[in-house]
Protein backbone atom coordinates (compact mmCIF):
# COMPACT_ATOMS: atom_id res chain seq x y z
CA UNK A 1 0.00 0.00 0.00
CA UNK A 2 1.34 3.38 -0.79
CA UNK A 3 1.52 5.56 1.80
CA UNK A 4 2.35 9.68 1.93
CA UNK A 5 2.75 11.16 5.02
CA UNK A 6 2.99 15.38 5.04
CA UNK A 7 5.04 17.14 7.65
CA UNK A 8 5.60 20.69 8.65
CA UNK A 9 2.69 22.67 8.58
CA UNK A 10 1.63 25.09 11.24
CA UNK A 11 1.43 28.78 12.00
CA UNK A 12 3.06 31.54 10.02
CA UNK A 13 3.07 35.05 10.02
CA UNK A 14 2.43 36.96 6.76
CA UNK A 15 5.36 37.58 4.92
CA UNK A 16 7.23 34.32 6.33
CA UNK A 17 8.03 31.06 5.39
CA UNK A 18 7.35 27.29 5.58
CA UNK A 19 8.70 24.05 4.34
CA UNK A 20 6.47 21.14 3.75
CA UNK A 21 8.14 17.42 3.36
CA UNK A 22 6.24 14.30 2.12
CA UNK A 23 7.72 10.90 2.80
CA UNK A 24 6.13 8.55 0.24
CA UNK A 25 6.46 4.59 0.55
CA UNK A 26 5.04 1.42 -1.05
CA UNK A 27 5.93 2.57 -4.40
CA UNK A 28 9.12 3.22 -6.90
CA UNK A 29 9.11 6.68 -5.91
CA UNK A 30 11.12 7.97 -8.74
CA UNK A 31 8.63 6.14 -11.39
CA UNK A 32 6.05 8.41 -10.40
CA UNK A 33 5.51 12.47 -10.44
CA UNK A 34 4.38 14.17 -6.89
CA UNK A 35 2.69 17.10 -6.29
CA UNK A 36 0.93 19.58 -3.51
CA UNK A 37 -2.84 20.64 -3.50
CA UNK A 38 -4.54 22.81 -0.80
CA UNK A 39 -7.94 23.21 0.42
CA UNK A 40 -8.96 26.54 2.09
CA UNK A 41 -12.17 26.07 4.32
CA UNK A 42 -15.41 26.29 2.24
CA UNK A 43 -13.53 26.26 -1.01
CA UNK A 44 -12.55 23.79 -3.96
CA UNK A 45 -9.50 21.49 -3.72
CA UNK A 46 -7.12 23.09 -5.65
CA UNK A 47 -3.49 22.28 -7.41
CA UNK A 48 -0.21 24.07 -6.54
CA UNK A 49 2.55 22.48 -7.46
CA UNK A 50 4.01 19.46 -9.67
CA UNK A 51 7.59 17.66 -9.96
CA UNK A 52 8.26 15.25 -12.47
CA UNK A 53 9.48 11.80 -11.52
CA UNK A 54 13.34 12.78 -12.24
CA UNK A 55 13.03 15.83 -10.78
CA UNK A 56 13.80 18.03 -14.17
CA UNK A 57 10.28 18.96 -14.93
CA UNK A 58 7.92 21.24 -12.49
CA UNK A 59 4.34 23.00 -12.98
CA UNK A 60 3.16 25.62 -10.63
CA UNK A 61 -0.21 27.35 -9.76
CA UNK A 62 -0.46 30.70 -10.90
CA UNK A 63 -1.29 31.96 -7.44
CA UNK A 64 2.08 30.62 -6.13
CA UNK A 65 4.57 31.04 -8.55
CA UNK A 66 7.94 32.76 -8.05
CA UNK A 67 6.88 32.36 -4.24
CA UNK A 68 6.68 28.45 -3.71
CA UNK A 69 9.13 25.82 -4.96
CA UNK A 70 8.67 22.58 -5.35
CA UNK A 71 11.59 19.67 -5.11
CA UNK A 72 12.02 15.83 -4.44
CA UNK A 73 15.06 13.91 -3.14
CA UNK A 74 14.62 10.57 -4.83
CA UNK A 75 17.14 8.86 -2.63
CA UNK A 76 14.72 9.70 0.16
CA UNK A 77 11.69 9.70 -1.20
CA UNK A 78 10.65 12.34 0.00
CA UNK A 79 8.81 15.41 -2.02
CA UNK A 80 8.81 19.44 -0.86
CA UNK A 81 7.28 22.88 -1.08
CA UNK A 82 9.12 25.57 -0.13
CA UNK A 83 6.63 27.65 0.53
CA UNK A 84 7.98 32.22 0.86
CA UNK A 85 6.39 35.41 1.20
CA UNK A 86 2.92 33.80 2.40
CA UNK A 87 -0.08 35.63 2.32
CA UNK A 88 -3.11 34.77 4.41
CA UNK A 89 -5.13 33.05 1.48
CA UNK A 90 -2.51 30.79 1.52
CA UNK A 91 -4.15 29.44 4.62
CA UNK A 92 -5.13 25.76 3.60
CA UNK A 93 -5.05 22.50 4.27
CA UNK A 94 -2.00 20.85 2.43
CA UNK A 95 -1.71 17.34 0.59
CA UNK A 96 0.83 15.65 -0.99
CA UNK A 97 -0.53 13.85 -4.01
CA UNK A 98 1.78 10.94 -6.57
CA UNK A 99 0.85 10.06 -9.97
CA UNK A 100 1.77 9.08 -13.35
CA UNK A 101 2.31 12.43 -14.48
CA UNK A 102 2.21 16.21 -14.51
CA UNK A 103 -0.59 16.61 -16.86
CA UNK A 104 -2.98 13.94 -14.47
CA UNK A 105 -1.80 15.58 -11.31
CA UNK A 106 -2.82 19.08 -12.48
CA UNK A 107 -6.13 17.31 -13.85
CA UNK A 108 -7.16 16.46 -10.34
CA UNK A 109 -6.48 12.71 -11.21
CA UNK A 110 -3.16 12.12 -9.20
CA UNK A 111 -3.10 8.02 -8.40
CA UNK A 112 -2.83 8.50 -4.36
CA UNK A 113 -3.01 11.09 -1.64
CA UNK A 114 -1.92 11.82 1.83
CA UNK A 115 -3.95 12.90 4.64
CA UNK A 116 -3.12 16.35 5.17
CA UNK A 117 -1.01 19.37 7.22
CA UNK A 118 -2.98 22.48 7.81
CA UNK A 119 -0.96 25.54 7.02
CA UNK A 120 -2.16 29.01 8.69
CA UNK A 121 -1.22 32.26 7.56
CA UNK A 122 -1.87 35.29 10.04
CA UNK A 123 -2.45 38.72 9.07
Known amino acids: QVQLVESGGGLVQAGGSLRLSCAASGRTFSSYAMGWFRQAPGKEREFVAS????????DYADSVKGRFTISRDNAKNTVYLQMNSLKPEDTAVYYCTMGRSLILIRAGSPNYWGQGTQVTVSS
Open 51 to 58: ISGGGSST
